[in-house]
C-alpha cells in the first residue's frame, strides 16, 4: 500500500465519460449484504460479506471499477465447510468474514456462531472458488477475526474485543496468549470489526463501535508495529450519522482498499430507514462505498449518500442477474440461499426438467429445517411471481426475516392461504379456493413514498395474491411492513423473498424478481 502523506487525496476532477450524470447510486451492494469486507489483486476487486444462518455462506462479489459488483460465488457452498444446525438460531452462524490476498492465495477468516462452530480460515487460488476445507482456529475466541502480515511475514489475527494474537493461518496454530489492543473511544460499547493496515510509516487498526444500530461508527488508531501501542485519530469517528437525519444510517463496520490510481475508498454498511419514527429497515444493512482522503497521515471519509460523485476512472458494468429463473440448469445460481442446510435429497432441477422441485421437511416457516430457496429483498420496491404446482405437496412464495416473523401466499388441498406471524401470532389472514393445475403466486412490495411521511407511517406494504394468466393481480391481503423489519424483529439480518415446501412436494416452473419503479 501506498504511503498515507498529507498530499495524498481523491480525484475531485469531472468524472470521466461514461458515469451516467457523473455519478453512481449507493448502495453498491444492495439488501441484506452487511460487514464488508474488501481486497484488490490487480484491476480486480474482490468483496465478501455475512450470511448468518443461511447457506451457502458468505457471497463473494467481484468488481472492476468498485460500484458493479458481480456475485461469483459463495465462499462456503459445501456442508463440510459449514455446519448449521436446526439449534443455530435466528442472527447466528457466519459473523464479518475478512477477505485478503497474500503471497499468491486469497486468505477468508469468519467464525461460524453456530453449536459447533468457532474460528475458520479458508484460502483458494480461485475467489469463485471452490474454497478449501475449514483451517479451524481455536485460539481466536472472539467475532470479526481479521488477518495482517507483518513485513517478517507473521500473521496477525485481530478480533473484536480488541484483542490480538499471532497465528498461522495455514495450519490454525496460535502463538502466546491474546493481548489487548486499543478498544477505541473509552465508554462507547462494542469495539468490533478490526482491521489492520501497514500504510506508509504506520500500522493504522480501524474498528466499529457504538453498536451496529443508530450508534453506529468508525474510529481508527496508528501505532509502529502490528501489536502498537496505538495513538487515537484526534478526529474520532471518522465516520458516523449518529444523531443526524440522514437518509443513510447505520454507518460502521468499514474497510479500506486502494485503487490502482492511488487513490483510497472505503467500503461499509448501512441501512435506509423507511416510514415513521424510528424509522424501519427491512433489507438489512448494506454496503455502501465511500471515497477517502488523507490529511496528515490520518483518512478522512467523504460522506455517503444516496448518489455519489463517480470515481475518476470509466465504469465497468456487470450483467445484473436475470428477473426470472427458469431453473433450466442442474445448479442455481449463488443469490439463491437456504435457511441453514440445503440437502441434496430436499431440492432438484433435474428430477423435473426445467422446474424446481423442492421436497419438504419442517412443516411451516415457523421450523428451523424449513425447506426454502430464496433470495434476499435488494429493491425497496419489487414484485416477486412464481408458477407452482403443489398437486402433491404444500408451499408457496414467502417473505422471511426469521421463523417468528414471516408472511407468505401458499397453495395446498385445493386452498390458496395468506399466512403470517408476528412474534407469537400466527393467523391464517385470508383464504380462497385454488386454481385447477398450477397457480401463480405472486408478492408486490411498495415503498412508502417520503412524501406522505407520517409518524406511524409502515415502512412499506406487501400485498399477497394469485395472479391471472393476463397479469390480473387478485390481492387476498395487504400487510404492514414495519412487521418484517430489523426494529421489530431484532437480529443482523434482512428479508429473503422466496419458494418453500410445507408438506409434500412442491414443484416451481419459474420465479421472477423484478424491480419496481
Do not use: K
Not at 117 to 139: H, K, L, N, Q
Not at 169 to 189: I, K, M, N, V
Amino acid at each position: 500500500m501506498r504511503a498515507a502523506g498529507t498530499a495524498a487525496t481523491t480525484s475531485t476532477s469531472t468524472a470521466p465519460v461514461g458515469w451516467a450524470g457523473g455519478a453512481f447510486t449507493n448502495p453498491v451492494v444492495a439488501g441484506f449484504h452487511p460487514d464488508p469486507s474488501v481486497c484488490r489483486v490487480g484491476d480486480d476487486y474482490f468483496l465478501v460479506c455475512s450470511s448468518f444462518e443461511y447457506f451457502p455462506g458468505v457471497p463473494v462479489f467481484r468488481s472492476r471499477d468498485l460500484v458493479h459488483w458481480e456475485q461469483i460465488g459463495n465462499a462456503l457452498d459445501r456442508p463440510s465447510q459449514l455446519s448449521l444446525p436446526a439449534g443455530t438460531p435466528a442472527s447466528g452462524g457466519v459473523y464479518a468474514p475478512t477477505l485478503r490476498h497474500h503471497d499468491g492465495r486469497f486468505w477468508l477468516i469468519t467464525t461460524n456462531a453456530a453449536p459447533g462452530g468457532g474460528t475458520m480460515v479458508f484460502t483458494t487460488t480461485d475467489p469463485a472458488g471452490p474454497w478449501s476445507e475449514p483451517i479451524r482456529v481455536p485460539g481466536v475466541a472472539g467475532i470479526d477475526p481479521d488477518l495482517a502480515w507483518d513485513e517478517r511475514g507473521d500473521c496477525w489475527c485481530t478480533y473484536a474485543g480488541v484483542e490480538q494474537i499471532r497465528i498461522d493461518p495455514a495450519t490454525g496454530r496460535s502463538f502466546g496468549r491474546p493481548h489487548r489492543l486499543w478498544s477505541g473511544t473509552p465508554g462507547a460499547q462494542a469495539p468490533e470489526a478490526p482491521h489492520l493496515y501497514r500504510i506508509g510509516d504506520h500500522w493504522y487498526l480501524m474498528i466499529a463501535e457504538g453498536g451496529t444500530e443508530r450508534g453506529h461508527g468508525v474510529s481508527i488508531a496508528r501505532g509502529p508495529a502490528p501489536d502498537g501501542p496505538f495513538e487515537p485519530c484526534p478526529a474520532n469517528p471518522i465516520l458516523s450519522h449518529r444523531s443526524t437525519g440522514r437518509p443513510i444510517q447505520n454507518t460502521g463496520h468499514a474497510d479500506l482498499v486502494e485503487a490502482p490510481d492511488g487513490t483510497w475508498w472505503m467500503v461499509l454498511l448501512g441501512v435506509r430507514p423507511h416510514g415513521g419514527t424510528p424509522g424501519w429497515h427491512v433489507m438489512g444493512r448494506e454496503t455502501f462505498l465511500a471515497p477517502v482522503t488523507w490529511v496528515d497521515g490520518w483518512p478522512v471519509v467523504g460522506e455517503v449518500t444516496p448518489a455519489m460523485a463517480a470515481p475518476p476512472w470509466p465504469p465497468r458494468p456487470v450483467a445484473a442477474p436475470p428477473v426470472r429463473d427458469d431453473f433450466d440448469t442442474g445448479r442455481l445460481h449463488p443469490g439463491w440461499i437456504s435457511v441453514r442446510s440445503r440437502p441434496d435429497e430436499t431440492w432438484s432441477t433435474t428430477e423435473r426438467p426445467g422446474w424446481l422441485t423442492l421436497h419438504a421437511r419442517g412443516r411451516s416457516l415457523d421450523e428451523p429445517d424449513i425447506v426454502f430457496v430464496g433470495r434476499r429483498q435488494q429493491h425497496p420496491s419489487c414484485r416477486v411471481r412464481t408458477l407452482v404446482d403443489a398437486t402433491a405437496g404444500c408451499g408457496g412464495l414467502a417473505v422471511r426475516l426469521d421463523e417468528r416473523h414471516h408472511c407468505g401466499i401458499e397453495v395446498g388441498d385445493g386452498e390458496v392461504r395468506v399466512t403470517a406471524r408476528t412474534g407469537g401470532l400466527r393467523q391464517t389472514v385470508a383464504t380462497r379456493t385454488a386454481p385447477v393445475g398450477a397457480v401463480r403466486l405472486r408478492i408486490d412490495v411498495r415503498a412508502s413514498s417520503p412524501a406522505d411521511w407520517h409518524p406511524c407511517r409502515e415502512p412499506d406494504l406487501l400485498r399477497l395474491g394469485v395472479e391471472a394468466a393476463d397479469g390480473t393481480f387478485d390481492v387476498l391481503a395487504e400487510l404492514d411492513g414495519r412487521y418484517l423489519s430489523t426494529e421489530v424483529a431484532g437480529g443482523f439480518t434482512g428479508r429473503v423473498i422466496g419458494m418453500y415446501a410445507a408438506t409434500g412436494t412442491v414443484g416451481f416452473d419459474w420465479c421472477d424478481h423484478e424491480p419496481v419503479d
